[in-house]
């Protein structure tokens, strides 16, 4: 027999919690047969919610995984504590409690907050109890609103662009992984679900916002309550489809249109690959002028059939394609076109090979047969096209192959030796 929250998330809130739940997890790849997740519990409403739905999942899962559910105390006064204990029990939570000292540890900071020290620590201290545990991944309660949120903050408050992923693998300690479960699920559903039951949680409970001043909702005014405010205001006098636009936006970004960026703690400028991104004018002219003189279909194929093409050639010596055709892609482009040259094919074949992608190769002179075969063996969808500009129904041949993946929405890679 169904209890009163499992019932809840399943019906009532099935599609605005449940479904958002499942989503999540599956869209980005969150849990996986064998995995052991520690879900921490920090005594609010989303981590308290975001148990219950593993209580669920659990029962309900068409493969097998192990879960832990842990509440790490950083030092919670008696009060808080209590109100933890008894939603514990009242959601029918086995969760293991471990006390530790980081508030106080936290606020010896002199003359800086400790919010960042004490986030920091308590990461760790959940990271190293759940390795301890037995567990591969740590589940946190981070919703949609925080993502958005946090977005805001970054780029108003640290001049930089960066979001909060569903996902992260962690740096310090090997083999664990941290999900956001909860990616999806919007916090004005999670408060609706915890008004529907009744249910009061803590705040952030430690003891320097315990002598904040208090917004009408419970929670402390800080620059996360001011961002909210923001985004409320930017809904009503803007558009009304802020939220969505700026969740949007972190999976949408253009780097061809930024100034720059951070990959691995590494900075790129624009200028590191301004040059190389122009299309050299003997490629593609010599590619242009073959096709217009010989079949112009391309040209208005593309037109009318929403066909992108991109050229793609560069001088440099260890010139990766195989990134070259991702960003390509990325861009929405569907067909591709690259030199067909000795020196960057082994990069190429690696990349190709791990994709579904269909490749056409245009021979227009003699190219090193081994290589091709090389290719050939690796990439199954080839085709091999012979080019004679006195022979029409070659791109008669290529016009139907390229119409025929376009319906299917697969892309092409066309590989062209001049």
């Known amino acids: 027999m169904l209890d009163e929250f499992e019932k809840s998330i399943t019906v009532k809130y099935r599609a605005k919690i449940w479904s958002r739940f499942v989503k999540a997890l599956k869209e980005y790849e969150l849990l996986s047969p064998g995995d052991k997740v520690c879900v921490c519990i920090s005594g609010g409403k989303d981590s308290m919610l975001m148990a219950r739905l593993f209580m669920q999942l659990k029962k309900h899962s068409d493969f097998d995984f192990d879960v832990e559910y842990l509440v790490m105390n950083p ?21 293991k409690i471990v006390k530790t000292n980081i508030f106080d540890v936290a606020n010896l900071q002199q003359g800086r907050s400790p919010c960042f020290l004490c986030a920091k620590m308590r990461r760790g201290a959940l990271y190293n109890t759940a390795k301890k545990l037995g567990c591969n991944k740590i589940a946190l309660g981070h919703h949609y609103d925080d993502v958005i949120e946090t977005t805001l903050m970054n780029m108003l408050n640290s001049g930089s662009f960066q979001t909060m992923l569903p996902k992260l693998h962690s740096t310090n300690f090997p083999g664990m992984e941290l999900i956001r479960p909860m990616y999806f699920i919007r916090e004005k559903d999670i408060i609706s679900w915890k008004n529907y039951h009744n249910l009061e949680f803590i705040q952030c ?68 690959l301004y040059d190389s991104r122009i299309v050299h004018k003997k490629t593609y002219n010599s590619f242009r002028e073959l096709l217009l003189n010989s079949a112009p279909f391309l040209i208005d194929f593309s037109k009318t059939n929403n066909v992108f093409v991109k050229f793609v050639d560069s001088n440099k010596e260890n010139h990766n394609y195989g990134s070259e055709i991702s960003l390509a892609l990325d861009d929405k482009f569907n067909l591709v076109v690259l030199p067909l040259e000795n020196k960057n094919l082994n990069s190429t074949i690696e990349y190709l090979k791990q994709k579904n992608e269909s490749v056409i190769f245009l021979q227009t002179q003699e190219f090193d047969s081994n290589s091709l075969k090389s290719i050939k063996a690796k990439i199954q969808k080839t085709m091999n096209i012979k080019l004679n500009s006195k022979d029409a129904s070659q791109f008669e041949t290529l016009k139907q192959y390229i119409k025929e993946k376009h319906v299917k929405n697969q892309n092409i890679i066309v590989f062209i030796n001049l």
Do not use: W
């Not at 030092?75 to 969760?95: F, S």
């Not at 003891?207 to 001011?226: C, F, M, P, V, W």
């Open 75 to 95: 030092g919670y006064n008696k009060p808080n504590q209590e109100v933890i204990d008894r939603n514990l029990k009242l959601l029918g939570i086995d969760a």
């Open 205 to 272: 409970a430690c003891k320097l916002t315990e002598s904040l001043h208090h917004a009408e909702d419970g929670s402390t005014i800080s620059q996360r309550y001011n961002t909210k405010q923001l985004i409320k205001e930017l809904k009503e006098t803007y558009n009304d489809q802020v939220e969505k636009n700026i969740f949007m936006a972190g999976s949408n970004v253009t780097l061809d249109m930024v100034g720059g960026y951070r990959e691995g703690g590494k900075y790129h400028s624009f200028l590191d």
